[in-house]
């Protein structure tokens, strides 16, 4: 199987595990904290690992085994809640680091979920679109022993998307004999999704950059963007700054990536991947390595596909001001140093791309509630917990005199900390 650009910023020889990236950052957090060592050790392990392996029929008549997985990293707050991914590289250790993120995540804007992660080691595009359902709807019933919508409540993620949600909405339902469709967000409209929920992690990036570029004075009217990931996030970042009169400059996707100084046209280069399956090719756009991309001229860069992409091989070339992490773990700890020493402003994941779970949480109680809200009123909520969210880790950060991701895992870890000591260890 070839390698993709993205797989091989990801897995160069100087990038950490997720899950080690994942651990240190919490441990920098816990010590700046004085966390004890009892409940430091509770939240260092996931609660559960499920891992599943599952038969599934291909269309020519054979049937192939996947192996999928669903951690629980800590429901002490909520219900568990975290995105299924299909990728190759899936492992059980990158689904306990997205775990452990999409916990401080929730806790980090205020949202009362714990952190879950699911996936399945395949590759969704060498499979037709009946064999990718018939895997959903086996992984769906093979770890229905723990989700649920008082449970664990899963939304799309790498190769997801709201056709996968509906998938694993019906089968769970089919197994209960009624419709559940709180058991999952990022549903269609059609059947109990909510407005703005597509938009809604691209918003929130949107929205910090907003609050960013005041701390660091900066007119986003004049302000140059490069995106590395042109999937749900990057397309949305890519569109909602362009609209506000930021110049795109540099794209990229699975295939490779793009650049062209006087500004890319995000319409356009979304119709052109469209059409070709490639953002390479775009019109009056020149191809770039995928790696020169994170070395483009520009103010903001934001890193919005997998984790793992800047490293301290790469850091120290990094000309932008701002870094928007749109994905998870896209930046190792030794990165984050030598961003540090730039003074570049780094928003952090747990925090910067929080919009998605936070209209996920607003789509949750809305189908609870069987009585949905305008986009307005969801846009309009959005934009308050994500500006309140920033505006609370930046005060942290000028208190303590620390960076902003630390200062937003100190409020993240010390809140889940809080309950858990509330709640107590039983029996």
Same mark, same amino acid.
């Given at each position: 199987?070839?390698?993709?650009?993205?797989?091989?910023?990801?897995?160069?020889?100087?990038?950490?595990?997720?899950?080690?990236?994942?651990?240190?950052?919490?441990?920098?957090?816990?010590?700046?904290?004085?966390?004890?060592?009892?409940?430091?050790?509770?939240?260092?392990?996931?609660?559960?690992?499920?891992?599943?392996?599952?038969?599934?029929?291909?269309?020519?008549?054979?049937?192939?085994?996947?192996?999928?997985?669903?951690?629980?990293?800590?429901?002490?707050?909520?219900?568990?809640?975290?995105?299924?991914?299909?990728?190759?590289?899936?492992?059980?250790?990158?689904?306990?680091?997205?775990?452990?993120?999409?916990?401080?995540?929730?806790?980090?804007?205020?949202?009362?979920?714990?952190?879950?992660?699911?996936?399945?080691?395949?590759?969704?595009?060498?499979?037709?679109?009946?064999?990718?359902?018939?895997?959903?709807?086996?992984?769906?019933?093979?770890?229905?022993?723990?989700?649920?919508?008082?449970?664990?409540?899963?939304?799309?993620?790498?190769?997801?998307?709201?056709?996968?949600?509906?998938?694993?909405?019906?089968?769970?339902?089919?197994?209960?004999?009624?419709?559940?469709?709180?058991?999952?967000?990022?549903?269609?409209?059609?059947?109990?999704?909510?407005?703005?929920?597509?938009?809604?992690?691209?918003?929130?990036?949107?929205?910090?950059?907003?609050?960013?570029?005041?701390?660091?004075?900066?007119?986003?009217?004049?302000?140059?963007?490069?995106?590395?990931?042109?999937?749900?996030?990057?397309?949305?970042?890519?569109?909602?700054?362009?609209?506000?009169?930021?110049?795109?400059?540099?794209?990229?996707?699975?295939?490779?990536?793009?650049?062209?100084?006087?500004?890319?046209?995000?319409?356009?280069?979304?119709?052109?991947?469209?059409?070709?399956?490639?953002?390479?090719? %775009? *019109?009056?756009? !020149? +191809? #770039?390595?995928?790696?020169?991309?994170?070395?483009?001229?520009? @103010? =903001? &860069?934001?890193? $919005?596909?997998?984790?793992?992409?800047?490293?301290?091989?790469?850091?120290?070339?990094?000309?932008?001001?701002?870094?928007?992490?749109?994905?998870?773990?896209?930046? %190792? *700890?030794?990165? !984050? +140093? #030598?961003?540090?020493?730039?003074?570049?402003?780094?928003?952090? @994941? =747990? &925090?910067?791309? $929080?919009?998605?779970?936070?209209?996920?949480?607003?789509?949750?109680?809305?189908?609870?509630?069987?009585?949905?809200?305008?986009?307005?009123?969801?846009?309009?909520?959005?934009?308050?917990?994500?500006?309140?969210?920033?505006?609370?880790?930046?005060?942290?950060?000028?208190?303590?005199?620390?960076?902003?991701?630390?200062?937003?895992?100190?409020?993240?870890?010390?809140?889940?900390?809080?309950?858990?000591?509330?709640?107590?260890?039983?029996?």
């Amino acid at each position: 199987m070839s390698t993709t650009p993205q797989q091989a910023e990801r897995t160069g020889p100087a990038a950490a595990s997720p899950l080690e990236v994942a651990l240190e950052q919490y441990d920098r957090a816990a010590d700046k904290l004085g966390l004890g060592g009892d409940v430091r050790e509770v939240l260092r392990y996931p609660k559960r690992e499920l891992i599943v392996h599952f038969p599934v029929q291909l269309d020519d008549g054979r049937t192939r085994v996947f192996t999928g997985f669903r951690v629980q990293h800590n429901i002490t707050r909520g219900p568990a809640k975290g995105g299924i991914r299909y990728h190759p590289a899936v492992d059980l250790d990158e689904i306990k680091a997205l775990a452990m993120w999409m916990t401080w995540k929730c806790a980090a804007v205020k949202i009362p979920f714990g952190g879950a992660k699911g996936g399945v080691i395949c590759d969704p595009k060498e499979l037709s679109l009946r064999e990718v359902e018939r895997l959903t709807r086996r992984y769906t019933t093979e770890i229905s022993l723990l989700i649920g919508p008082d449970s664990d409540i899963p939304a799309p993620d790498v190769n997801t998307n709201a056709q996968t949600m509906a998938w694993i909405m019906d089968t769970y339902s089919m197994h209960r004999g009624y419709s559940i469709p709180g058991v999952v967000t990022g549903k269609p409209l059609a059947i109990g999704g909510s407005e703005g929920r597509v938009d809604a992690t691209g918003r929130g990036v949107v929205t910090c950059i907003q609050e960013a570029a005041r701390l660091k004075d900066l007119d986003l009217s004049t302000a140059r963007i490069a995106i590395q990931g042109f999937g749900n996030v990057g397309e949305a970042s890519a569109r909602l700054l362009h609209q506000l009169g930021c110049r795109v400059v540099a794209l990229s996707d699975s295939s490779g990536a793009i650049y062209r100084a006087e500004g890319i046209d995000p319409a356009a280069a979304l119709r052109y991947k469209q059409e070709t399956g490639s953002l390479v090719g %775009t *019109p009056r756009t !020149d +191809r #770039i390595r995928p790696d020169e991309l994170f070395e483009t001229d520009c @103010d =903001i &860069l934001i890193p $919005a596909a997998l984790e793992g992409v800047l490293t301290e091989s790469n850091a120290s070339r990094v000309q932008a001001r701002i870094i928007a992490e749109g994905a998870n773990g896209p930046t %190792t *700890p030794g990165a !984050d +140093r #030598i961003l540090e020493e730039k003074g570049i402003l780094v928003i952090p @994941d =747990i &925090l910067c791309n $929080a919009g998605g779970v936070t209209v996920s949480y607003f789509e949750w109680v809305q189908d609870r509630e069987e009585f949905f809200w305008s986009i307005e009123e969801i846009n309009t909520r959005l934009r308050r917990v994500m500006t309140r969210a920033f505006e609370d880790a930046a005060r942290v950060a000028s208190e303590h005199e620390v960076d902003l991701r630390l200062a937003t895992y100190m409020l993240a870890v010390g809140r889940v900390a809080e309950a858990t000591l509330t709640r107590g260890i039983y029996p």
